[in-house]
């Protein structure tokens, strides 16, 4: 049955930082969201591009060249292979759009890693 998520419900429902929760999937891709607020680890997705748009907030896009700032409303596509690290001074709510079985801190793991996203 087709069904529409409604972005403000769905971020309403977690507080958790870090922790992406699945509120969609089409062609082998998921549709995350996700809050974050200060520094993620370095890390880097070999197989997986990975789409990074901004709902509310701004955040930085460290990556080994200079930093990018993503803003509200606005969206970046990091390539397969190319290392980054967000961090946000204040909460940033991120729509997620990715392959599925991308692990959130793809080569890297740490207390953050999150293997087997909730469904919202």
Do not use: Y
Not at 1 to 21: E, G, I, S, Y
Not at 39 to 60: A, T, Y
Request: glycine letters at 8%; hydrophobic letters at 40%.
């Amino acid at each position: 049955m087709l069904q529409k998520v409604n972005l403000a419900n769905k971020f309403a429902l977690f507080a958790r930082h870090w922790d992406p929760k699945i509120v969609g999937e089409l062609n082998g891709q998921l549709v995350k969201l996700v809050k974050f607020q200060g520094e993620f680890v370095w890390h880097r997705h070999e197989q997986e591009d990975e789409l990074f748009l901004v709902i509310q907030g701004s955040f930085d896009l460290h990556l080994p060249d200079g930093v990018l700032t993503v803003s509200e409303g606005e969206l970046v596509i990091v390539p397969r292979g190319v290392e980054h690290c967000p961090k946000a001074v204040d909460e940033v709510h991120v729509l997620l759009f990715e392959p599925s079985g991308t692990l959130n801190t793809g080569d890297a793991t740490d207390g953050r890693t999150v293997p087997e996203p909730e469904r919202i």
